[in-house]
């Protein structure tokens, strides 16, 4: 008995694609933090900073790596790239919630909101992308195309 995988379908390539565009979004906000990270000051309270967005980039990294593979794997029709992409997805709606919440934060505190409102904005679309996401992967449809069948 062997296991045949059905060639990606448009609505497997749109996934694989969408997982490749949150990836590259968050490769540019890693590339944006590593050149805000070179004008800051030093001294120990910048030796913190330098540590804990040096940890936040590296956590970066590795969920855009994580995207990149769950594309590859949706791409070639691997039966894991269905329920990590659903993993991915909850990850993005996690992060962009958070993401949300402390610009909202700055929207509150600072005396020109309009600009943390063009901030959040990103947030915002991520947010309801992995939504979106979540709720497309589990239709009765894309769990048929990213099943494997049986002979």
């Known amino acids: 008995m062997g296991v045949e995988f059905m060639r990606p379908s448009i609505s497997v390539v749109i996934c694989a694609v969408m997982s490749l565009v949150v990836s590259v979004r968050y490769l540019v906000l890693v590339a ?74 700055g929207i509150r505190n600072n005396p020109m909101p309009y600009i943390f ?11 309801a992308f992995g939504v979106c996401w979540l709720v497309w992967l589990n239709t009765r449809q894309m769990r048929t195309r990213l099943a494997p069948s049986v002979r």
């Open 32 to 105: 944006r933090m590593l050149l805000a990270g070179v004008s800051t000051p030093h001294g120990p309270a910048a030796a913190v900073f330098r540590f804990v967005t040096s940890a936040i980039e590296i956590g970066l990294v590795a969920f855009a790596a994580w995207g990149i593979w769950n594309a590859i794997g949706l791409l070639r029709g691997r039966v894991w790239a269905r329920r990590s992409v659903l993993v991915f997805a909850t990850a993005l709606l996690v992060l962009e919630t958070l993401g949300g919440a402390g610009t909202f934060q």
């Open 117 to 127: 409102a063009r901030a959040m904005l990103p947030h915002f679309l991520m947010g």
